[in-house]
């Protein structure tokens, strides 16, 4: 069992920056992958970002030089970095672990994540 928590989120100014940290309970961290979510009000979960076991990230187009996922496995935590915030990157950001046995695999489709955070809001303004 898993347990995520996450941190940094609030409220900032379109351009401004954010730093979300999840933090991940148990002593095995290293072997789960790690992804970020958004859910925006009113819309579906929609995939962010993820991090494979080796440490190799992917990024929704909408976020690709902007957005920056991280791991730090000797805190068993996962961090994304958001600069250049718009408007439209508001929304509930939730962290997800999926225990993975290759550590290659980056994990984009949410159904396949074991664990989830209760989530950190997000709100940028115009």
């Known amino acids: 069992q898993v347990q995520l928590v996450e941190s940094g989120g609030g409220l900032v100014q379109a351009g401004g920056s954010l730093r979300l940290s999840c933090a991940a309970s148990?002593?095995?961290?290293?072997?789960?992958?790690m992804g970020w979510f958004r859910q925006a009000p009113g819309k579906k979960r929609d995939f962010v970002a993820a991090i494979s076991r080796s440490g190799d990230g992917i990024y929704v187009d909408s976020v690709k030089g902007r957005f920056t996922i991280s791991r730090d496995n000797a805190k068993n935590t996962v961090y994304l970095q958001m600069n250049s915030l718009k408007p439209e990157d508001t929304a509930v950001y939730y962290c997800?672990?999926?225990?993975?046995?290759?550590?290659?695999?980056?994990?984009?489709?949410?159904?396949?994540?074991?664990?989830w955070g209760q989530g950190t809001q997000v709100t940028v303004s115009s």
């Open positions: 997800a672990a999926e225990f993975e046995r290759s550590f290659m695999r980056i994990v984009t489709d949410q159904d396949r994540y074991d664990y």
């Open positions: 148990g002593r095995t961290f290293s072997m789960y992958a």
